[in-house]
Structure formats: C-alpha cells, structure tokens
C-alpha cells in the first residue's frame, strides 16, 4: 500500500509540475502573440504613413518645381519651339525604300533570288 501511495504522489507531482511548465509556456507564446501584434500594428501605422508621404511626394506641382530647379526644365512654348523640315533629297530617298519594299517581297513570293 504505500508503495502505490508513494507511486501516485510521484505521479501527481510530475502532473503538477507539468502543468506549471505548460501554464508557463502558455504565458511566453501569450507574450510573444501579443509583441507580435503590435508590432504588426506599428508597421500598419508606418504603411500608411509612407503612403501618404509617397502620394504628398508625386504631386504634380512638386514634379514641376523639382524639374525647374534641379533639372533646369522649362515649359515647351512656341517661342523656343524648333520646328525640323525634311529635306527634298531625304523625303525622295525614303519613297524609294518604301517603294522597293514590296517589289522585293512580291519577287521572293514568286521564287526569284535577287
């Protein structure tokens, strides 16, 4: 009998202390759970603030004054407007091209090797 009563005491210390190490555990994974929350929420809270700062960043008044300042752009105005015309000689040797073009294709379509 008191080897059976020696065996359940054993038995309900280990349960005891298994039960304080599982309560203990529970406790750290609780802690970590909620750091982790609201570390999620911080980084929420810093999404959206880089958000808005992106969208304050690329309003098109700041483009236009950073490249007047720092790129020295200016508006396109008919006064600094170059307008290029082609030449006679040009415009007369792009027709060519474009007029040879398909006299090449329609002799490879027929068979004949240039």
């Known amino acids: 009998m008191a080897r059976i009563n ?3 005491i054993v038995v309900v210390l280990g349960s005891a202390l298994y039960l304080v ?3 203990y555990e529970s406790r750290q994974l609780y802690t970590a759970l909620d750091r982790a929350r609201s570390e999620a929420r911080r980084l929420d809270t810093e999404h959206d603030r880089l958000q808005v700062e992106k969208r ?3 309003t098109p008044l700041r483009v236009e004054s ?3 300042s720092q790129l020295a752009m200016r508006p396109a105005t008919p006064a600094i ?3 290029i ?3 006679e000689g040009a415009a007369a040797g792009l027709a060519a091209v474009s ?3 398909p006299a090449q294709s329609a002799a490879s ?3 004949a090797h240039p």
């Open 21 to 23: 190490h599982t309560q």
């Open 81 to 83: 407007t170059r307008y």
């Open 85 to 87: 015309t082609q030449a």
């Open 109 to 111: 379509a027929a068979g």
């Open 99 to 101: 007029s040879a073009a």
């Open 66 to 68: 950073l490249a007047r």
């Open 56 to 58: 304050a960043q690329a």
């Open 6 to 8: 020696l065996f359940l």
